[in-house]
């Protein structure tokens, strides 16, 4: 797992050694104050994934910053797709793998192309929906087997 190459668009250290690829895309319209939010939070000592910054702190920055860092999205996904051919890479959209309707299909393609992998075992397509549903939704999972525990 990688945001690499990220910042002005460094390569990822020992990139040699890795044959093949998932490449999660999340659309810049909703990655971009995402990864503020991060900045905020590791600015702030905050716990990843808990808070989303005030308003007027994510427009001073997206009026600062957006433009570069559209490009730096931007060559982030062309590192990967120049790098890696079709049959070495999977791109998955972030919108789609964590959508209740298209996620499970989804899986089934990381699925797929996991299988491809040397040492690589996979789960039997019938389990796949479970397994998305435990892994991308696990906070309602959780909050579904703590209700079923009480």
Same mark, same amino acid.
């Given at each position: 797992?990688?945001?690499?190459?990220?910042?002005?668009? =460094?390569?990822?250290?020992?990139?040699?050694?890795?044959?093949? +690829?998932?490449?999660?895309? =999340?659309?810049?319209?909703?990655?971009?104050?995402?990864?503020?939010?991060?900045?905020?939070?590791? @600015?702030?000592?905050?716990?990843?994934?808990?808070?989303?910054?005030?308003? @007027?702190?994510?427009?001073?920055? =997206?009026?600062?910053?957006?433009?570069?860092?559209?490009?730096?999205?931007?060559?982030?996904?062309?590192?990967?797709?120049?790098?890696?051919?079709?049959?070495?890479?999977? !791109?998955?959209?972030?919108?789609?793998?964590?959508?209740? /309707?298209?996620?499970?299909?989804?899986?089934?393609?990381?699925?797929?192309?996991?299988?491809?992998?040397?040492?690589?075992?996979?789960?039997?397509?019938? /389990?796949?929906?479970?397994?998305?549903?435990?892994? !991308?939704?696990?906070?309602?999972?959780?909050?579904? /087997?703590?209700? +079923? +525990?009480?």
């Amino acid at each position: 797992k990688t945001h690499s190459p990220s910042h002005e668009g =460094r390569e990822v250290p020992g990139a040699e050694n890795i044959p093949r +690829a998932i490449l999660l895309l =999340r659309h810049p319209l909703h990655s971009l104050p995402s990864y503020y939010n991060y900045l905020y939070e590791m @600015e702030h000592h905050l716990e990843n994934h808990s808070t989303r910054a005030p308003l @007027e702190a994510w427009i001073e920055w =997206r009026d600062a910053n957006f433009e570069r860092q559209l490009q730096v999205w931007k060559r982030h996904t062309e590192y990967w797709v120049d790098t890696y051919s079709p049959v070495n890479r999977l !791109i998955l959209a972030y919108e789609r793998i964590t959508d209740a /309707e298209l996620g499970p299909a989804e899986a089934t393609r990381v699925a797929e192309f996991l299988s491809r992998s040397e040492g690589v075992t996979v789960r039997k397509p019938e /389990e796949l929906p479970c397994v998305w549903y435990k892994v !991308i939704k696990y906070k309602e999972a959780q909050s579904k /087997e703590g209700a +079923a +525990a009480a």
